[in-house]
């Protein structure tokens, strides 16, 4: 059977759907993990790992400081799972005792840069209220030094004065410990969130910088780079 | 300028190219959080030195922008990759200084470069300014110089004879290549060298396109002593050019065995006074580390050692990261998959344009000539001379050999690998690498379809479109730019 030979337009416009679609898929992807971690403190000092035995939950109390609570940032290390295994990661109240959310992980979770995101539904009215992250690794072979583990700070630190961790492993409660734990939240939609993010690039600029300038740029360097590949295309 | 000389300066995509590489380094230079650009705090800190009357100052310059850089979370956000600034508030705190151990901003200790001179002018214009005003401004001066580089890929490529529509697409892969972007909107002494290689760069193609004159052979010369105004690896220009001179001189005249050895003799003697003439006396000794001990028995065990430890697969492929894109301080990397892809299509780049090199030799095997011949109905003229591919691979060679170099010194001297070979390194040579790889891909690519021909006994069908190859590399390069801003820079920094 004799394979039609496609023509330039066609290949022109396959080249441009396909542009555009890598241009949706980056900005999808940013919109999927999309959530304002809270700021005002920061993981300092020496580290230390967490190790998670199976069946031994790490549990990690704190408080939320803003409304709208929709993810729990973790660092999780040695994260390759294995058939047979999963970590499960629970958002529980402050006695960790009902569960709010859950999800299961049964392959590597993805990533947002250092962070291994938890998300679940929004809570509108988080401000304010403690909760419970949990974290269990499931798995019927003991990996000896090669199980995943959580980061956590090694020191007690003022800054996390309303966190407690819990290593069931250790049989051991640390008070004003923290893991490397972000929670983040949403503004509800997408405009409130946006404008969140855009008050935080404005932050440490010059004062020429601040608000609409900075989305003015941005908004032009993507229409720009879209332009620029059809025009790439149509060359 | 004439409207045609502008015309031809500027062929209308390379200006619409150059103008989004304008806005594109202005939104990097506005995202990236002040200092946390690689080295920013010790750069700018050496800006600040030039002013100053003695050392003494210096030890005062570096505790300032300690405590500068520590109220902009610089020292938590370079720890950590988890750390932020606080966002809670409206921005910095001018008077605000963080309540943890502040570790001290060093001043470079190889303050030679004409980046510093310049950027040191810009910072006393603006004496009266803040720190972040300063900074941004230093910025915008590294990235006009990017848009120079940029500006020169297109001439460099058009010369080496590549058409204009070639050249333009490999111009925006340029443009759009995220750690070359990542460092021209920093302020960083890097992006000098970028300037001086491409201008060489450019100036060794017209001499090895046009031959040698007396203008070619001054400007080629100012371009390898601007090199070493630059920064210490730019010494590597002036071997170079004794080289070049080497090979036209032997085009030209065909010397004897005898007349070569004279002539290279002549040359050392050359390269030597030349580079004791331009460059100052400490600033050799720095680069070299003549004048320190080894930690070795021999240098013979030094280099072996030197050698074992940085010829890993693991060190190559932090380098390759550090080379496409791991941003910051080395914390905010590309995905593992994109550089994975990315190392393959070089590997398979390089390969190929060596065996191309090659080639006359490779002829003398009937096997690999049967089926690596140059398609014979190509008429597209997409594989420059040689004589450019040779050039473009001496200037890597040489780069890595300066850098190299300079790591050993300091390993020999210490017994640690302490600077390594971070991929920005070689961004200098983007240019020439660039078009290495994607000729050799193209190369690949042909001969891959005459064997299938050869084995399936299907009729040779040689014809590739190049541009074709250039355009999906030109796309998927501003695909990987926009990746890295929107899903690596701004979740690391912002959220």
Redesign the interface.
């Known amino acids: 059977m004799k394979i039609p030979k496609l023509s330039g337009k066609r ?1 022109e416009y396959i ?1 441009i759907a ?2 555009l679609l ?2 949706v898929g ?2 999808w ?2 919109l999927s ?5 809270e ?2 403190y ?3 000092g020496k ?1 230390k790992k967490v190790t998670l035995s199976p069946g031994m939950p790490v549990s990690q109390t704190f408080a939320a400081h803003e409304n709208g609570l929709h993810q729990v940032r973790v ?1 999780l290390g040695n994260a390759s799972i294995r058939r047979g295994e999963h970590i499960g990661f629970q958002l529980m109240d402050e006695t960790c005792a009902t569960e709010i959310a859950s999800v299961d992980f049964f392959g590597e979770p993805g990533k ?4 291994t995101v938890f998300p679940f539904e929004a809570i509108p009215d988080s401000m304010g209220k403690r909760y419970c992250f949990v974290a269990t690794y499931f798995s019927d072979e003991n990996r000896k030094g090669d199980k995943p583990y959580l980061s956590a700070i090694d020191d007690p630190d003022p800054a996390f004065a309303d966190r407690t961790l819990v290593d069931s492993n250790k049989g051991k409660t640390y008070e004003s410990h923290s893991l ?1 734990l ?1 929670p ?1 939240y949403t503004g509800g939609s997408l405009r409130a969130d946006l404008g969140t ?1 855009l ?8 004062g020429f ?1 601040k608000g609409w300038p ?1 989305a003015a ?2 908004t ?3 229409v ?2 879209i ?3 059809i ?3 149509r ?1 | 300028m004439s409207g045609n000389q502008f015309r031809k300066a500027f062929p209308s995509t390379l200006a619409l190219i150059l103008s989004l590489f304008l806005i594109k380094e202005v939104l990097l230079a506005s995202l990236i959080p002040i200092f946390q650009g690689t080295d920013e705090p010790v750069h700018y800190a050496t800006i600040l030195s030039q002013n100053t009357p003695t050392p003494e100052y210096f030890t005062k310059i570096s505790d300032t922008v300690s405590i500068e850089a520590s109220s902009f979370y610089f020292f938590e956000i370079a720890s950590q990759k988890t750390n932020l600034q606080n966002f809670q508030g409206t921005g910095q705190d001018e008077n605000q200084i963080i309540n943890q151990e502040i570790n001290t901003v060093s001043v470079s200790n190889t303050p030679l470069s004409f980046y510093y001179t310049i950027s040191s002018a810009i910072v006393d214009f603006l004496e009266s300014h803040d720190t972040q005003t300063k900074m941004f401004v230093l910025r915008i001066f590294s990235l006009f110089i990017g848009v120079f580089f940029v500006f020169l890929s297109y001439h460099i490529i058009r010369t080496v004879g590549f058409s204009k529509k070639a050249s333009a697409l490999f111009s925006a892969t340029i443009a759009f290549q995220p750690m070359f972007s990542f460092m021209s909107a920093i302020v960083n002494i890097d992006v000098a060298l970028f300037l001086t290689f491409a201008l060489y760069t450019y100036l060794g193609v017209l001499l090895l396109k046009n031959g040698p004159n007396a203008k070619n052979i001054l400007l080629l010369i100012s371009s390898a002593v601007l090199g070493i105004a630059a920064k210490g690896p730019g010494i590597i220009l002036i071997a170079t050019t004794c080289i070049l001179f080497g090979y036209i001189l032997l085009r030209r005249y065909a010397p004897s065995p005898k007349k070569i050895l004279i002539s290279a003799g002549v040359l050392s003697i050359l390269i030597t006074g030349t580079i004791a003439f331009f460059a100052p006396r400490d600033y050799l000794v720095k680069i070299t580390k003549i004048s320190s001990s080894s930690e070795f028995d021999s240098p013979l065990e030094s280099i072996g050692k030197y050698l074992n430890k940085t010829m890993r697969e693991s060190e190559f492929r932090d380098s390759s990261l550090s080379y496409w894109g791991n941003f910051g301080w080395l914390d905010t990397p590309i995905s593992g998959w994109i550089l994975s892809v990315i190392n393959w299509i070089e590997i398979i780049g390089f390969v190929a344009v060596l065996v191309y090199l090659l080639m006359p030799v490779l002829k003398k095997m009937n096997w690999i000539a049967a089926v690596a011949a140059l398609p014979r109905n190509d008429k597209t003229g997409w594989v420059p001379e040689r004589r450019y591919l040779v050039f473009f691979l001496g200037m890597i060679l040489a780069l890595q050999f300066a850098i190299r170099f300079y790591d050993w010194r300091v390993f020999d001297t210490s017994g640690q690998v302490l600077i390594g070979q971070p991929g920005r390194y070689f961004l200098p040579n983007l240019i020439g690498h660039l078009v290495l790889v994607v000729v050799g891909v193209r190369l690949a690519v042909s001969w891959v379809k005459h064997w299938i021909a050869a084995v399936a006994t299907l009729p040779r069908n040689d014809k590739i479109d190049f541009e074709m190859i250039l355009k999906i590399l030109a796309l998927a390069m501003i695909l990987l730019q926009l990746y890295a801003i929107v899903n690596v820079i701004i979740p690391r920094y912002y959220l």
């Open positions: 290949i080249l396909m542009f890598g241009v980056i900005f992807t940013f993990d999309f959530g304002i971690g700021s005002g920061n993981f300092l580290t660092v947002q840069g250092a962070y490397f972000r983040a993010l008050d935080r690039l404005s932050q440490y600029k010059p910088l900075i740029i941005f032009i360097l993507v720009g780079s332009a620029l590949g025009r790439i295309i060359l």
